[in-house]
């Protein structure tokens, strides 16, 4: 915990290799690659590698991904590698850890630091061995000349410190030469967490440390009136009840005394605003007022629309879905007088960091953020709220402080995924191509992460009166179709409020984008008498588009045909849907099988098939986790999810009001057909697969029954009512 | 003053005899495999054995706990691994991992009392358990091969 930059790199001896490049020189560079270097790494004397990386695990396999890529360029051992991620005060700043983006992104920036250090180790080389570098090769750190002579990494390096700046010469291996990326390695991470012995930001504690837990407003916007501190008097744990603002939180010495006085506490709060009733969210969403961008234009619709042998039209909604992480946000926090340091689970290291400074008055030079792996949050959940918790109570107090939220607290407060609505409408011309599409999207933006400037995006930053932000990003994810259409239109209005509080859900508008892109297809290939995946290839012109579609029909054994199935087999049925991620990242296709059971209104669904495309692939064993995580996940979205609130606020607040998917109802099979692309840069694969699935499902429910449904989630109570 | 037997150790507890297990045997035995989850006895991922049997540590006061304790630590070790553990490894069976103290101390369970389950048996014996990684379908093959 004490590690000190210097210290560590002065203990080791240790080459040194250092990237800063203005921004401004980026943008006329030709190689994305050089385009974000920002990342460091480092030879210690004895051998091992240790890696400064700024992005952090998830739960994603990402630490031994980017590891394989170090240590592949760098000509090591795999297990000679030791990754630092995500302390503000060790790691360079590579952004927040969002968008299926470490691989990407810091995936090149560290390949380049190895191959650039390698070289640096290799030059060092041929000058103790009196040789040219080009006769050396080198076997796991170990230098070698043609005459048997040998040095090293270690060797060349002990106690010397040798700091170089990025030559731009050193080229990566081409991927014939891979021995350790594209290996399926097991993941570094594992066994701890079957031991039980993984360090979760949930297992640290500090000497001294208490224990806080905040108690929040009932309602939107409810302004504190009056904290009755002698209702805590009496408990034990030395209670200590924080009030700044509207801020209110109880502080003891032991954990099940604070979740006591928490609980305990009197509060009384001043009305706040009242929230819609959740039956009226479709228009209530489409009524609420909103900037609107045409985001992408051919041809003219109109007249497309009008001169069309068949038209279409429909709306589609998807409500807000929570992160509903498994262990509620922790942080702790030891804030002194002129300086803190926090231990936090964050996607964001940096940008939290700045964000609690100005939360506590401190400059962001006197705060330091250790980032410490937590409960897998898929986007942004309470682990920022709670760290800033953490924060402000131990400025309070004087002591490092312990917050973990309780499961109500994570439920209620988290941000959620957005509510959105999508409509759309098409035209097919005589032959069953598509005219005209005109695509309208009503969200708001889905990026509510703290930054330096929306300080108020923490609740404590909020309860403190500073100001928040919802950036616009996500809204348009995947808005855009990925087939050619000569007519055709994206329209996203972009609302200015939201009704609950919103950010990053897996995928931003992704998931919902796609299902209602991917529904509409399918209705149209139904209206043109098409079977589904011939119709999609025949309006796709990207190959890797079509490849993972005709990809995932060789998987599922599909056989061409128009749905619905119809006959004496009603009630089970097929359905595909396709993604190219935010139009630029992986590919991913979906078919599966449902079973509808009539009676109850219950889906099953019985077998999935993917296939995937995310260009070069690191670790394929990590990559199918990924994609299988992410297709449950987004099945149990699909069937159940549902953030239900009352005009006060969020009432879901446990996992009974909550439901997510169990044992019981995941598929039979999830078969994964991998597309590798040696010769494509590697993508994320972090969100891809979670695309297509709730068309995928929906397509699927209308193969089996005739019925097509345009609401997440696919519920009995939603199917019984539909097939009624 | 309370009195509990844990991994075959016995402790005094300082905590209140109203405390839940969960909070006593991370915060004063610093056994941290047990996992807050949502106190509510609706997820596992507290789940430790009370005389072999699966229970919620976050829901069960530690006054009440009459019976010998075994959390994760106590089922195995890198060096003494159960064969869940080492069947949860080799089928790379987590993500984040937060689920997985409660999905083998549930199945070690479970496998002790039916060793040849079905299946079926097994996601019903996991049903109480919840994911949010989506790993089920590795978590349910860790567990046939542990079975096996």
């Keep these: 915990m004490n590690l000190d930059r210097r210290g560590f790199l002065k203990g080791a001896g240790a080459l040194i290799v250092s990237f800063s490049i203005p921004e401004s020189a980026f943008a006329q560079a030709q190689d994305p690659r050089l385009q974000q270097i920002d990342a460091w790494l480092a030879v210690g004397a004895d051998g091992e590698v240790t890696v400064f990386c700024g992005k952090v695990e998830l739960g994603t396999g990402v630490q031994t991904a980017l590891s394989q890529i170090v240590a592949e360029e760098l000509d090591v051992s795999f297990g000679r590698i030791r990754m630092l991620m995500g302390d503000t005060a060790l790691c360079p700043n590579q952004g927040p850890t969002v968008g299926s983006q470490s691989i990407y992104r810091a995936g090149p920036q560290l390949r380049t630091a190895a191959a650039e250090a390698r070289q640096t180790l290799v030059e060092m080389a041929a000058a103790a061995l009196s040789t040219e570098a080009s006769r050396l090769s080198v076997a796991d750190g170990t230098v070698s000349a043609p005459d048997g002579k040998r040095v090293s990494y270690a060797e060349l390096v002990g106690g010397k410190k040798i700091s170089r700046a990025l030559s731009g010469t050193a080229k990566p291996k081409s991927p014939d030469q891979h021995a350790i990326v594209g290996k399926p390695i097991p993941r570094v991470d594992l066994p701890a967490k079957v031991f039980g012995t993984h360090e979760y930001v949930q297992n640290l504690r500090m000497p001294g440390m208490l224990h806080g837990r905040v108690v929040r407003p009932p309602m939107p916007e409810a302004q504190l009136e009056r904290v009755d501190e002698a209702s805590v008097k009496s408990l034990p744990g030395n209670v200590r009840v924080v009030v700044k603002g509207n801020f209110v939180g109880v502080v003891a010495d032991r954990e099940e005394q604070a979740i006591r006085a928490a609980r305990s506490l009197k509060v009384q709060w001043k009305q706040g605003v009242e929230l819609p009733k959740m039956a009226d969210m479709p228009a209530f969403t489409r009524a609420t007022p909103s900037r609107e961008r045409v985001l992408a234009s051919a041809g003219s619709v109109e007249p497309a629309l009008a001169a069309a042998a068949k038209t279409h039209k429909a709306q589609y909604y998807v409500p807000h879905q929570m992160h509903a992480s498994i262990g509620p946000s922790c942080a702790i926090a030891s804030v002194t007088a002129d300086a803190a340091t926090l231990w936090s689970p964050t996607q964001s290291s940096f940008n939290l960091r700045d964000t609690v400074a100005v939360v506590l008055g401190l400059p962001r030079d006197k705060v330091r953020l250790v980032w410490i792996e937590g409960s897998g949050c898929y986007g942004h959940n309470g682990a920022d709220d709670a760290t800033a918790d953490a924060a402000l109570m131990s400025q309070a107090v004087g002591k490092p402080v312990r917050v973990q939220w309780m499961r109500h607290d994570e439920h209620g407060n988290e941000p959620k995924g957005a509510a959105m609505v999508m409509e759309v409408a098409g035209g097919l011309d005589p032959r069953g191509n598509v005219a005209a599409w005109d695509y309208q999207v009503w969200s708001p933006g889905h990026a509510g992460r703290p930054a330096g400037d929306g300080p108020g995006n923490v609740l404590a930053g909020a309860a403190l009166g500073l100001p928040d932000r919802l950036a616009p990003n996500g809204a348009d994810r995947n808005a855009r179709p990925t087939y050619v259409f000569p007519n055709s239109r994206v329209t996203l209005h972009l609302l200015q409020s939201t009704v609950l509080r919103v950010s990053s859900l897996r995928g931003l508008g992704s998931p919902q984008n796609t299902f209602a892109n991917e529904s509409f297809i399918d209705e149209l290939a139904h209206a043109a008498g098409a079977d589904p995946i011939e119709f999609r290839i025949r309006h796709l012109k990207d190959e890797r588009a079509i490849a993972v579609v005709e990809g995932v029909a060789k998987l599922a054994q599909w056989n061409p045909r128009p749905a619905p199935r119809g006959g004496k087999n009603a009630g089970a049925g097929r359905g595909v849907a396709f993604v190219h991620y935010d139009n630029y990242s992986g590919y991913a296709a979906i078919a599966l099988q449902v079973l509808v059971d009539r009676a109850s209104g219950k889906v099953s669904v019985e077998r999935v098939a993917a296939a995937h495309d995310c260009g070069l692939i690191v670790n394929p064993d990590g990559l199918k986790n990924q994609i299988e995580g992410n297709i449950v996940q987004t099945l149990s979205r699909a069937l159940l999810e549902d953030v239900k609130f009352d005009t006060v606020g969020v009432t879901s607040l446990d996992w009974a009001r909550y439901p997510i998917l169990r044992f019981s109802d995941v598929p039979d099979e999830i078969a994964i057909t991998l597309i590798d692309r040696p010769d494509k840069p590697s993508v994320g694969a972090g969100e891809p697969a979670a695309s297509p699935v709730m068309a995928a499902v929906a397509n699927a429910i209308f193969d089996a029954t005739g019925v097509r449904l345009r609401s997440v989630p696919f519920t009995p109570e939603r199917v019984k009512a539909a097939l009624a | ?148």
């Design chain 2, 1 to 148: 003053m309370t009195t509990i037997t844990v991994n075959g150790k016995r402790h005094e507890v300082t905590a209140s005899p109203d405390t839940p297990l969960l909070y006593v045997l991370r915060n004063e035995l610093e056994l941290n495999g047990p996992k807050f989850g949502c106190g509510l006895a609706q997820c596992g991922a507290c789940t430790v054995h009370i005389d072999g049997r699966p229970a919620r540590s976050c829901s069960v006061a530690v006054s009440a706990v009459k019976g010998k304790v075994t959390t994760i630590e106590g089922l195995g070790t890198p060096e003494k691994p159960h064969p869940l553990q080492q069947a949860f490894v080799a089928e790379q069976a987590a993500q984040c991992g937060y689920c997985i103290n409660g999905m083998i101390m549930t199945a070690s369970a479970f496998l002790a009392r039916n060793p040849r389950p079905s299946e079926r048996d097994i996601r019903a014996a996991l049903d109480g358990n919840l994911c949010r990684c989506g790993t089920h379908m590795r978590i349910l093959r860790a567990v046939r091969r542990a079975a096996a």
